[in-house]
């Protein structure tokens, strides 16, 4: 038999959870509250081996809180007189919060989160008794709040583990995910295609990831709190990174498609300056980077043997231009976040960052989760009213927070039964603690002794990634009932009512999703595309600011992380194919943001038409209308014949050639007037 082990990490984890939940439970029943176990509860929910996450937790944990309290406080009294009203405000007001939550993917949609189903959890228990409702209300409050308080202090005082490490692990690895590429790009071109398309999609995926994680810096423990600002900038610069990569990768691939092979001079000139853009921390002087520059723009007044080509080698410089500033940036930034944490000044930020307003939302899906939400909780409410169930409101509660909790994830039904079957698990441990161990524990020492052993081990378990769904579902089975009983009175029956109560609602959470809310991978993939398209429609339609094509590249690098796990990876040449075409997109948006921004060098009326002519393209695209954009190659030509004629700015050119390979890579190199 396999000895079990644990890492020093999940066992310091687990001691710090368990101190902070028994210092939680103390004060509570030393302040006489009338629910100790919810502060216990609750230091657990808000624990993270990470004391920064812990804070932010507790923080957006306590908003929520107050809120669904908020909502309690006003829909109570209102609606006691109908009960049936009372349930169906309550569903809606956790189908608005999770619909606010899941629209809001950064650490602040835990507020929405538990404003929602904190609403439930008391507000259905005083459907039958709302003269309560207040002195209820306010005991939760105090209760989760003073297991926030403790859970934040033993965190953030003992052994404290700050974000540091992680989010400078994840930053450096996205930083090497752009330097492998340009290393395929600039260095002998002979890399492994499939190993360069899962560089692409963990840059993708690092990227989004970085974000998300960089929501939590203001409340790390350490110097790191100093350096939001370049962290969010070095967000905006990787985002920009990518398409400027992916721009320079198709550009080489056309002009050796033109010339039988890329010119020499132009390989000449990548070889003797791809070691100019070292990686961060490497001391290369700035003197080289301006070299690498200068030879790059170069490289648009070479020999070029038709119109086609010459526009291609405009456009290449332009980008590797823009390659050297963008590196530049992410190397300076580096330098300024090693210092903040040094304990240096950070330098002012004259632009503001773009930070999660990039990141993809889907509103229909969210939607469909909230209608998944009211629907579950309104059956349970309908079951509990039907038959007079005395625990009919804790399956109610249960199915909000079954339908609130796994509410990110194309197919929850699987997560919720495994979830369901934890709690049958804890079943047993439940009716041991509430009516064995509870009445013999004399002092409050003797009971944290009896309660060590279950939850020291659970607390491991959930450290670890692999276990801790079943670890939560066994860890709230014993604490939920330790925190809904009235441990004082609570007997046989009525233990297992309410914890029958609880996993039908599971159940039924389960089943209601099953039939509304349970999508495949291929219908997400496709409403990634879809919003691709619709995000196309709407840059081509209307100028934008500057920022647009860095707010479009963080959108479209977020999609293409969600869409990685979604295209079955080992499905070979049709994975690669949905990466190819998704960064086709990501490079064509950034090209009609450039246009939008270069319009005044170009001709009004004729730039005015393509762009116009695309936007409803990319509409009918989205409504899955048949493929009908063969009118927009002549227009491009025209426009880029007249660009390379009247000496238009080169981003400009080099945003028509972009285009022109993007929707029609198939085309020849001949440019019709």
Same mark, same amino acid.
């Given at each position: 038999?396999?000895?079990?082990?644990?890492?020093?990490?999940?066992?310091?984890?687990?001691?710090?959870?368990?101190?902070?939940?028994?210092?939680?439970?103390?004060?509570?029943?030393?302040?006489?509250?009338?629910?100790?176990?919810? %502060?216990?509860?609750?230091?657990?929910?808000?624990?993270?081996?990470?004391?920064?996450?812990?804070?932010?937790?507790?923080?957006?944990?306590? $908003?929520?809180? $107050?809120?669904?309290?908020?909502?309690?406080?006003?829909? $109570?009294?209102?609606?006691?007189?109908?009960?049936?009203?009372?349930?169906?405000?309550?569903?809606?007001?956790?189908?608005?919060?999770?619909?606010?939550?899941?629209?809001?993917?950064?650490?602040?949609?835990?507020?929405?989160?538990?404003?929602?189903?904190?609403?439930?959890?008391?507000?259905?228990?005083?459907?039958?008794?709302?003269?309560?409702?207040?002195?209820?209300?306010?005991?939760?409050?105090?209760?989760?709040?003073?297991?926030?308080?403790?859970?934040?202090?033993?965190?953030?005082?003992?052994?404290?583990?700050?974000?540091?490490?992680?989010?400078?692990?994840?930053?450096?690895?996205?930083?090497?995910?752009?330097?492998?590429?340009?290393? !395929?790009?600039?260095?002998?071109?002979?890399?492994?295609?499939?190993?360069?398309?899962?560089?692409?999609?963990?840059?993708?995926?690092?990227?989004?990831?970085?974000?998300?994680?960089?929501?939590?810096?203001?409340?790390?423990?350490?110097?790191?709190?100093?350096?939001?600002?370049?962290?969010?900038?070095?967000? !905006?610069?990787?985002?920009?990174? %990518?398409?400027?990569?992916?721009?320079?990768?198709?550009?080489?691939?056309?002009?050796?498609?033109?010339?039988?092979?890329?010119?020499?001079?132009?390989?000449?000139?990548?070889?003797?300056?791809?070691?100019?853009?070292?990686?961060?921390?490497?001391?290369?002087?700035?003197?080289?980077?301006?070299?690498?520059?200068?030879?790059?723009?170069?490289?648009?007044?070479?020999?070029?043997?038709?119109?086609?080509?010459?526009?291609?080698?405009?456009?290449?410089?332009?980008?590797?231009?823009?390659?050297?500033?963008?590196?530049?940036?992410?190397?300076?930034?580096?330098?300024?976040?090693?210092?903040?944490?040094?304990?240096?000044?950070?330098?002012?930020?004259?632009?503001?960052?773009?930070?999660?307003?990039?990141?993809?939302?889907?509103?229909?899906?969210?939607?469909?989760?909230?209608?998944?939400?009211?629907?579950?909780?309104?059956?349970?409410?309908?079951?509990?009213?039907?038959?007079?169930?005395?625990?009919?409101?804790?399956?109610?509660?249960?199915?909000?927070?079954?339908?609130?909790?796994?509410?990110?994830?194309?197919?929850? $039904?699987?997560?919720?039964?495994?979830?369901?079957?934890?709690?049958?698990?804890?079943?047993?441990?439940?009716?041991?603690?509430?009516?064995?161990?509870?009445?013999?524990?004399?002092?409050?020492?003797?009971?944290?002794?009896?309660?060590?052993?279950?939850?020291?081990?659970?607390?491991?378990?959930?450290?670890?990634?692999?276990?801790?769904?079943?670890?939560?579902?066994?860890?709230?089975?014993?604490?939920?009932?330790?925190?809904?009983?009235?441990?004082?009175?609570?007997?046989?029956?009525?233990?297992?009512?309410?914890?029958?109560?609880?996993?039908?609602?599971?159940?039924?959470?389960?089943?209601?999703?099953?039939?509304?809310?349970?999508?495949?991978? !291929?219908?997400?993939?496709?409403?990634?595309?879809?919003?691709?398209?619709?995000?196309?429609?709407?840059?081509?339609?209307?100028?934008?600011?500057?920022?647009?094509?860095?707010?479009?590249?963080?959108?479209?690098?977020?999609?293409?992380?969600?869409?990685?796990?979604?295209?079955?990876?080992?499905?070979?040449?049709?994975?690669?194919?949905?990466?190819?075409?998704?960064?086709?997109?990501?490079?064509?948006?950034?090209?009609?943001?450039?246009?939008?921004?270069?319009?005044?060098?170009?001709?009004?009326?004729?730039?005015?038409?393509?762009?116009?002519?695309?936007?409803?393209?990319?509409?009918?695209?989205?409504?899955?209308?048949?493929?009908?954009?063969?009118?927009?190659?002549?227009?491009?030509?025209?426009?880029?014949?007249?660009?390379?004629?009247?000496?238009?700015?080169?981003?400009?050119?080099?945003?028509?050639?972009?285009?022109?390979?993007?929707?029609?890579?198939?085309? !020849?190199?001949?440019?019709?007037?």
């Amino acid at each position: 038999m396999q000895r079990i082990r644990f890492s020093r990490q999940e066992m310091l984890f687990s001691l710090k959870s368990f101190a902070g939940a028994m210092l939680a439970l103390y004060l509570a029943c030393r302040a006489g509250l009338p629910r100790p176990f919810w %502060a216990f509860m609750t230091a657990y929910i808000v624990a993270h081996p990470l004391a920064g996450q812990v804070r932010s937790k507790a923080l957006h944990r306590f $908003v929520g809180t $107050v809120l669904g309290c908020a909502a309690t406080v006003v829909l $109570v009294p209102a609606l006691s007189a109908a009960p049936e009203l009372l349930t169906l405000a309550l569903a809606l007001w956790t189908g608005l919060c999770l619909y606010l939550s899941l629209l809001d993917r950064s650490a602040r949609s835990y507020v929405f989160l538990l404003a929602g189903y904190s609403a439930t959890l008391i507000g259905f228990p005083l459907v039958e008794a709302p003269a309560a409702m207040f002195d209820t209300a306010v005991a939760r409050v105090q209760e989760i709040g003073l297991g926030i308080l403790c859970a934040s202090l033993v965190h953030g005082l003992v052994l404290p583990a700050s974000l540091a490490p992680s989010l400078l692990a994840l930053m450096d690895r996205a930083l090497g995910d752009a330097r492998r590429w340009m290393n !395929d790009l600039l260095g002998d071109g002979h890399a492994d295609g499939m190993r360069m398309a899962a560089d692409r999609q963990r840059l993708a995926l690092d990227i989004t990831q970085l974000r998300l994680l960089s929501t939590h810096v203001p409340f790390d423990t350490g110097n790191l709190r100093w350096t939001a600002g370049a962290i969010r900038a070095m967000q !905006d610069r990787l985002s920009a990174l %990518a398409p400027t990569l992916s721009a320079i990768e198709d550009r080489l691939e056309a002009l050796k498609a033109a010339e039988g092979e890329v010119p020499e001079d132009i390989v000449s000139a990548l070889e003797r300056h791809a070691g100019s853009m070292a990686p961060p921390g490497a001391g290369q002087p700035a003197a080289s980077m301006d070299e690498a520059r200068a030879a790059f723009q170069a490289l648009a007044d070479g020999p070029a043997a038709s119109p086609w080509i010459r526009a291609l080698r405009i456009d290449l410089a332009v980008r590797l231009e823009e390659l050297v500033f963008e590196w530049r940036a992410c190397v300076g930034l580096r330098a300024d976040i090693d210092a903040g944490l040094a304990g240096g000044a950070m330098p002012p930020r004259r632009s503001a960052a773009l930070g999660q307003k990039v990141l993809h939302r889907d509103r229909g899906l969210a939607l469909r989760s909230a209608a998944t939400a009211v629907l579950a909780t309104c059956a349970c409410c309908a079951a509990w009213i039907a038959t007079a169930w005395p625990s009919g409101s804790a399956a109610a509660m249960s199915a909000a927070v079954f339908s609130s909790f796994f509410a990110t994830m194309d197919d929850p $039904v699987p997560a919720m039964h495994k979830f369901v079957v934890a709690l049958l698990w804890s079943l047993p441990v439940s009716v041991f603690c509430v009516l064995v161990v509870m009445p013999l524990a004399r002092d409050f020492g003797m009971l944290a002794l009896c309660i060590a052993p279950f939850f020291l081990l659970v607390g491991c378990y959930i450290a670890r990634p692999a276990s801790s769904l079943a670890a939560l579902g066994l860890f709230f089975g014993v604490a939920g009932t330790l925190a809904l009983q009235d441990t004082a009175s609570a007997d046989l029956p009525s233990l297992l009512n309410s914890n029958l109560a609880l996993i039908l609602g599971g159940v039924a959470a389960a089943r209601v999703t099953a039939l509304v809310r349970s999508v495949g991978s !291929d219908w997400s993939a496709r409403r990634l595309r879809r919003a691709t398209s619709l995000d196309l429609a709407e840059l081509a339609a209307r100028p934008r600011g500057a920022s647009a094509r860095d707010a479009y590249a963080g959108r479209m690098l977020d999609r293409i992380a969600l869409l990685a796990p979604r295209t079955a990876p080992g499905a070979g040449e049709e994975a690669r194919a949905h990466a190819r075409l998704a960064l086709r997109e990501l490079r064509t948006g950034a090209d009609i943001a450039t246009l939008q921004q270069w319009r005044r060098c170009l001709p009004a009326g004729a730039l005015g038409r393509l762009l116009a002519d695309s936007a409803r393209v990319f509409r009918a695209r989205a409504a899955g209308a048949p493929r009908r954009d063969e009118p927009l190659l002549p227009q491009i030509d025209r426009l880029l014949l007249d660009a390379l004629h009247g000496g238009a700015a080169p981003p400009a050119i080099a945003a028509l050639v972009g285009l022109r390979r993007n929707l029609f890579p198939a085309a !020849d190199g001949t440019l019709h007037p």
